[in-house]
């Protein structure tokens, strides 16, 4: 139950540089040692919401809806490793405000993530009934989004494009602490970006979370965390982009049931309640759904 309890949904909320997320890039393995699930599949939902001045019209606004279904693979193919494959399948509506209104909806294939977790510590005390992990999470997004998308002959915004069009490794530590009915979760990653054949560089990023979970009832817990996120600004070709990057800190409730069997449900949303951002931004909550089956 302690295992199962911690599913969630990816955490890939966007703002600021619309790419970088808050919390954990994989916590649809943050339930610590996979000793009894060698297998899980998941289906992922996300919503946001971000707008921005625009860099190149202070007069103009940007914003953008976008909504992701994400299949997430994870594989452990021994107790202390995770193996994590997500497909985003990004649907993207972005409009630009000003003396008019222009805007544009796609949807198509988004960045693939490449993950793994690696809990090279752990200790269990038999007279506590508690058990800890210390990890190690490495990944990387891959280009695979269109990134070269165009409106009559000119190309987008990159913020309106599906996919950043450069590599996106991350590396970070990760702490559980499991002492049914309580669970204790928390991350800290660093995340860079190249820079696209654009000359656009998306900030690199720190990332963190702490979740708590307490299982009310066999097949029904609730969650409670903080996630956070502190970016650089975007450039393109070397220039600062005024409107991008800062500080987001971010309330995350959530709740995960158990329908039947190995099959969980969990909804999860974050809600922003401390934001420094550079030049004039505003961000909506980010909210998730997460579907997943263990497979033993």
């Known amino acids: 139950m302690a295992a199962a309890a911690l599913v969630a949904a990816a955490p890939h909320a966007a703002f600021a ?53 994400r299949p997430v693979v994870v594989y ?85 494009q599906l996919g950043t069009g450069a590599f996106g490794p991350y590396l970070g530590l990760s702490y559980a602490y499991h002492r049914d009915p309580w669970n204790l979760f928390t991350t800290v990653m660093g995340r860079v970006r190249t820079r696209n054949s654009y000359g656009y560089h998306y900030g690199d990023a720190l990332q963190w979370g702490v979740r708590g979970d307490y299982r009310i009832l066999d097949g029904l817990a609730v969650e409670l965390g903080v996630d956070g996120r502190y970016a650089a600004f975007d450039t393109l070709d070397d220039e600062d982009q005024t409107n991008t990057g800062g500080l987001v800190l971010a309330a995350a409730p959530g709740l995960a049931v158990n329908v039947v069997d190995d099959l969980w449900l969990r909804a999860r949303v974050q809600i922003p309640f401390v934001t420094s951002l550079h030049g004039n931004q505003t961000v909506g909550p980010t909210y998730f759904a997460s579907v997943q089956v263990l497979l033993r």
């Open 17 to 69: 540089c619309s790419v970088c997320g808050c919390g954990d890039p994989l916590v649809d393995v943050s339930d610590s040692v996979p000793y009894a699930v060698p297998l899980r599949v998941a289906v992922d939902f996300e919503l946001l919401t971000a707008t921005a001045a625009s860099d190149e019209d202070p007069a103009a606004e940007e914003s953008v809806t976008q909504v992701t279904v």
């Open 76 to 160: 452990s193919p021994i107790e202390s490793v995770n193996l994590v494959l997500q497909l985003p399948i990004v649907s993207k509506a972005w409009t630009l405000t000003g003396d008019g209104e222009d805007g544009v909806t796609h949807v198509g294939l988004g960045d693939i993530d490449v993950g793994a977790r690696w809990f090279f510590f752990e200790k269990t005390d038999f007279d506590t009934q508690s058990r800890q992990a210390l990890g190690l999470t490495g990944g990387i997004t891959l280009p695979t989004g269109a990134n070269g998308a165009t409106e009559a002959g000119v190309r987008l915004d990159d913020h309106a």
